[in-house]
Nanobody, 121 residues
Framework: QVQLVESGGGLVQAGGSLRLSCAAS????????MGWYRQAPGKQRELVAA???????NYADSVKGRFTISRDNAKNTNLLQMSSLKPEDTAVYYC???????????????WGQGTLVTVSS
């Protein structure tokens, strides 16, 4: 029904930049919150950044000032611009969305398949 497709992961040197994108498709009525989580080996999944439909943002303390999340409500997409990357940012990054679908109308929580970001020192 609904899927999130991520792109933009890869290998980058410390201090470099990457941009992750996420596109939602399916029988979507509205997307309330979109965001990115990450999970490093041996660690729990954690929130990186989130954005509401009105544009309010929330960031993990560890990425404030380095990462910027944005979204295009008309296209059901969001971008995570990551700068000044550090080796500790290495993780699988997952797009997440809280949305409402049609036929039948109901709330859903959807995850992308994940994209690997590797930051070398």
């Amino acid at each position: 029904q609904v899927q999130l497709v991520e792109s933009g992961g890869g290998l980058v040197q410390a201090g470099g930049s990457l941009r992750l994108s996420c596109a939602a498709s399916g029988n979507i009525f509205v997307i309330n919150n979109m965001g990115w989580y990450r999970q490093a080996p041996g660690k729990q999944r954690e929130l990186v950044a989130a954005i509401t439909s009105g544009g309010s943002t929330n960031y993990a303390d560890s990425v404030k000032g380095r990462f910027t999340i944005s979204r295009d409500n008309a296209k059901n997409t969001n971008l995570l611009q990551m700068s000044s990357l550090k080796p500790e940012d290495t993780a699988v990054y997952y797009c997440h969305a809280d949305l409402v679908v049609t036929t039948p109308v109901r709330k859903l929580e959807v995850w992308g398949q994940g994209t690997l970001v590797t930051v070398s020192s």
